[in-house]
């Protein structure tokens, strides 16, 4: 687990204890936003750190797109849902 990604954690518990986080997938947590019209606090997760968590798992680029579009982004679980964001260009 990052520094990054307990800090998070920590906040998500402190403030929004209801937030659905993805077992595994601490290295591509990046930060929390809220909802419309909930207001609701959820994690966001970096969708290519996501990916490539899968490939270092031993799935193949296909199999690892595969996973994150159906069985990841696919698992709707309510408003509490994490979302998963691209970045456009170089991070920091």
């Known amino acids: 687990m990052t520094v990054r990604s307990e800090r998070i954690r920590e906040f998500l518990a402190e ?3 209801e937030a659905l986080l993805c077992d ?3 290295d ?3 930060g929390t936003t809220s909802t419309w ?3 609701n606090i959820v994690a966001v997760y970096d969708r290519d750190a996501c990916v490539q968590v899968f490939m270092r798992e031993g799935m193949d680029w296909t199999e690892a797109e595969e ?3 159906f069985n990841v ?3 709707y679980a309510g408003e ?3 979302l998963f964001i691209v970045f456009h260009g ?3």
């Open 67 to 69: 996973h994150m579009c």
């Open 80 to 82: 509490h849902t994490p």
């Open 15 to 17: 403030y929004s204890p």
């Open 24 to 26: 595994g997938l601490d």
């Open 73 to 75: 982004e696919g698992a």
């Open 37 to 39: 019209p909930s207001h």
């Open 28 to 30: 591509a947590l990046v």
């Open 90 to 92: 170089e991070q920091e």
